[in-house]
């Protein structure tokens, strides 16, 4: 059975499939051909929430690196993560902001496809 993860911070890019990798605190034990529940909300719920499925995804390719390896990827990896508009400069600390961690933190790096 597929685990179910959280895209709450990037939802509209999940449902324009705009997003084709994501990073994570965690998600260590993530390996190639995994398939993924895509949610927009996988823990917290309030009683009587439901988790609410986006999409499904299978996992192409997983690397663990420091948050800040982005700056090597340049805008491409901005773009890779449903945010065109950003420089990885503005991604780190959006993420840093977001998850409150630090630039040089490790992440896994997951790279997926939409399963149709």
């Known amino acids: 059975m597929p685990r179910n993860m959280s895209f709450f911070l990037t939802t509209q890019q999940m449902r324009d499939r705009t997003k084709t990798v994501t990073r994570r605190l965690g998600w260590k034990f993530a390996k190639s051909g995994d398939v993924i529940n895509a949610c927009v909300k996988c ?8 988790v609410e ?10 690397r663990f690196e420091p948050l800040n390896r982005i700056y090597d990827e340049g805008p491409r990896g901005c773009s890779l993560e449903g945010f ?33």
């Open 43 to 50: 823990q917290g719920l309030k009683a009587g929430e439901t």
């Open 53 to 62: 499925g986006i999409c499904q995804i299978v996992v192409t390719s997983v």
């Open 84 to 116: 065109p508009e950003m420089s990885p400069r503005e991604f780190v600390t959006m993420f840093c902001d977001a998850m409150k961690c630090r630039p040089a933190e490790q992440v896994t790096r997951i790279e997926f496809e939409f399963m149709e």
